[in-house]
């Protein structure tokens, strides 16, 4: 079983910044592309970045700017740097991540269990 546990979610005011972590453990051979989404009250689960095992890089064009994903190969762990939060940013931020258990298996996709981040007003 493969296992993602975020971190760093909380409470922020306007124009404040946070660090969002995810790190894998579990049964891993290697983890192709992990990701950041989240979901606000009321809406659909959206994109907000995703990075490659090579680190190329994906962002939601709403956010391109005030976010920077990154990842620690080494660590098993993803990370999201969000700047000038605001209200319109509060919701459950959720990592992924596409692993593959063993050489030759196929990849599926593992979620973590969220962490809220809240913008204050």
């Known amino acids: 079983q493969v296992q993602l546990v975020e971190s760093g979610g909380g409470l922020v005011q306007p124009g404040g910044s946070l660090r969002l972590s995810c790190a894998a453990s579990?049964?891993?051979?290697?983890?192709?592309?992990m990701g950041w989404y989240r979901q606000a009250p009321g809406k659909q689960r959206e994109l907000v970045a995703t990075?490659?095992?090579?680190?190329?890089?994906n962002y939601a064009d709403s956010l391109k700017g005030r976010i920077t994903i990154s990842r620690d190969n080494a660590k098993k762990t993803v990370y999201l740097q969000m700047n000038s939060l605001s209200p319109e940013d509060t919701a459950v931020y959720f990592c992924?991540?596409?692993?593959?258990?063993?050489?030759?298996?196929?990849?599926?996709?593992?979620w973590g269990q969220g962490t809220q981040v809240t913008g204050s007003s």
């Open positions: 992924n991540a596409e692993v593959t258990t063993g050489r030759g298996l196929p990849r599926r996709l593992y």
């Open positions: 579990g049964n891993i051979f290697f983890i192709y592309v």
């Open positions: 990075i490659a095992s090579g680190g190329t890089t």
